[in-house]
Each structure stands twice: as structure tokens, then as C-alpha cells.
């Protein structure tokens, strides 16, 4: 009979620290050598490595044609996806509110040779969002200010093709034992969490991978 998984925190740092040694010899990018590349710090908000890994999974199974990606910062998760998309002949489009941000995100995106696969949009997502049309696109990964997830969700329903799949980064975060700095992002993940999981036009999962990632399908 099997053992009953110990997931204390020991644990789960050994998970962790195997699947990223496992991993350290054949990745493409990853965060700690990208972000260092950059000058930022980081505290930069940046997707884990096991994120990034997960999300060219997807594009290689999917094969996506159109992809939105919300939330660039220095644009990490982008390249990665990127590198992927490249290859059957995918673009990205991108979305920063904070120019700073967005000029560094492009310093990337040439450094990695993916510029011409990725399409950087500067503003108010809550603005940008609302005027593409149904069903623009194959692929779209979240992962902006988290207070926005609720209110961009029928959005991005909308403009998703049927088929398509829908990933949103830090679902964990009501369960997780964050900095005060994040207290008031907890509580609109609580609410897109319910909302995604509950809905009638998607299908979906809650995936522990970095800090949760909830991904959908639109029926």
C-alpha cells in the first residue's frame, strides 16, 4: 500500500529543488539568468520556471495561432512563450501598463531574438481588452494585477476562441502565506477562482504549479 504524501513545507521544497535540477540542463530560459540579465531585482514580479515549462507545453500541444498574453513586465513569460510559438509560426500579443516596464520588456524581446514574434501593447488592460473582437484569439495567459482578474474575465471569455484555452497565474494566493504587501490581491483571486471554476462557458482545473495556475477550455 502506498504511503500518504507528506506535503509539509520540507516536502514540498524537495519536490521543488528535484524538478528544477531535473530540468537545469535542457532549459531554454530561465528566471534567475533572465532577470539577472536584465539589472532588476528580483522582486520583479516574474513567473516561477516550472510556470514557463507548463506554458510551452500547452503551446506545443495547441499549437496556438493568436495568442494574448496580460500582464508582461519585463517579459519572461512572454519570451518563453515565444521561443515556442516561433516554431509553428504563433505571435503574441502583450499587454504593460507600466511603460518602464514595457522598455525593458522590448530590450528582451530583441536580446532574445523573439521581437518579431511578439506584439507589445502599452496602456490600461481594463481599456485594451474590451475592444478586440469575439473570438480573436487561440491562447490567453493572465497574469496582471490580480484586483483586475474578476473584472476581466467575461472579456476574456469573450474574445476566446470555443476550443481555446484560458490560463491565469497565483490562483494560490488565497491559500498561501503571502507578504501584507499582497493582502489586497488575495481576495479577487478568491472570487475569479469561484467565478472560472463555476462557469458555465468553460471547462477547468486549479493546477499546483508555481503559485497555482488555473487553466480553462471555452466549450
Known amino acids: 500500500m502506498r ?8 516536502t ?7 524538478i528544477e535540477d531535473l530540468y537545469s540542463e535542457t532549459a531554454s530560459l530561465q528566471k534567475k539568468e533572465f532577470v539577472s540579465k ?37 517579459g519572461f513569460s512572454t519570451t518563453s512563450m515565444a521561443l515556442t510559438a516561433r516554431e509553428y509560426g504563433g505571435t503574441i500579443t502583450t ?34 481588452v474590451p475592444g478586440f473582437s469575439d473570438a480573436s ?11 483586475l482578474y ?15 484555452v484560458f490560463a491565469a497565474d497565483d490562483a494560490l494566493f488565497p491559500v498561501m502565506d503571502l507578504d501584507s504587501k499582497w493582502d489586497d490581491q488575495v481576495e479577487p483571486v478568491g472570487e475569479f477562482n469561484h467565478i472560472v471554476a463555476n462557469s ?14 488555473i487553466v480553462a477550455v471555452k466549450k
Open 3 to 10: 504511503k500518504e504524501l507528506d506535503l509539509g513545507t520540507d
Open 12 to 18: 514540498l521544497e524537495r519536490y521543488q529543488t528535484y
Open 38 to 74: 536584465t539589472g532588476w531585482k528580483d522582486f520583479v514580479p516574474v513567473v516561477d520556471d516550472d510556470t514557463t515549462r507548463f506554458l510551452q507545453l500547452i503551446l506545443q500541444m495547441k499549437q496556438p495561432q493568436n495568442i494574448l498574453e496580460i500582464g508582461t513586465s519585463i
Open 95 to 128: 499587454i504593460e501598463f507600466d511603460p518602464i516596464a514595457a522598455a525593458q520588456a522590448k530590450i528582451n524581446f530583441i536580446r532574445s531574438g523573439v521581437d518579431s514574434t511578439i506584439k507589445i501593447l502599452e496602456g490600461d488592460a481594463c481599456q485594451i
Open 137 to 147: 484569439f487561440d491562447f490567453i495567459f493572465q497574469d496582471v494585477d490580480k484586483q
Open 150 to 164: 474578476p473584472s476581466l474575465l467575461k472579456d476574456c471569455i469573450r474574445i476566446l476562441k470555443p476550443g481555446g
Open 200 to 213: 458555465k462557458e468553460l471547462r477547468s482545473t486549479l493546477l499546483p504549479i508555481g503559485d497555482g495556475m
